[in-house]
Each structure stands twice: as C-alpha cells, then as structure tokens.
C-alpha cells in the first residue's frame, strides 16, 4: 500500500453545517483509523489533511467519498496525491 496526503478545502460560509455535521464526519474518520485506513488528520487554514493508505489516489477518493462533509458538499476543493516518506515514518 501507498501513502496519500489528502488535502480539503472547505466551502465558504459552511461552518455552522460542518458543526452539526461534525460528529458523523469525526464518526466517519475514526472508522478509517481503526482499520488502519487513515493514519493521521487535522484541521489545516481552512481546511484539512489526511493521511490516508490505499491502492492508488483513485482508491482513496473513492473511500472519502463517504465522508458526511463531502456528501453535504461542504468540501470546495480535494486534492489527493501520493506521498513517499524519505524520513521519518509513520508505521
């Protein structure tokens, strides 16, 4: 498997649906983390970053297509793209 750094960028003027959205999209996070999916995420200018395991970059978009924020399209922009780890781990 591959490491993907995912970045959102979330819509303006959607910070109150993200509020009631919150406690299934941290639900739906921490689903991935359990499995071993998603290895680390936070709040990030605006937006977020992932750190996601999978396939291909489709794979994983594919799998945060499920996220509530995405489904109540408080998420503007995603870029997924894969990241080699020179240094450091996350293992």
């Known amino acids: 498997?591959?490491?993907?750094?995912?970045?959102?960028?979330?819509?303006?003027?959607t910070e109150s649906a993200r509020d009631r959205?919150?406690?299934?999209?941290?639900d739906f996070l921490a689903g991935l983390h359990d499995t071993g999916r998603l290895r680390v995420s936070g709040p990030v200018d605006g937006g977020a970053l992932l750190i996601l395991e999978?396939?291909?970059?489709?794979?994983?978009a594919s799998v945060l297509d499920g996220d509530p924020f995405r489904r109540?399209?408080?998420?503007?922009?995603?870029?997924?793209?894969e990241w080699t780890i020179f240094f450091?781990?996350?293992?």
């Open 1 to 13: 498997m591959a490491t993907f750094a995912v970045n959102y960028t979330y819509g303006a003027g």
């Open 21 to 26: 959205c919150r406690p299934e999209h941290k």
């Open 54 to 60: 999978g396939e291909s970059a489709d794979e994983v």
């Open 72 to 81: 109540e399209g408080l998420i503007a922009e995603r870029t997924v793209r």
């Open 88 to 91: 450091g781990g996350l293992k």
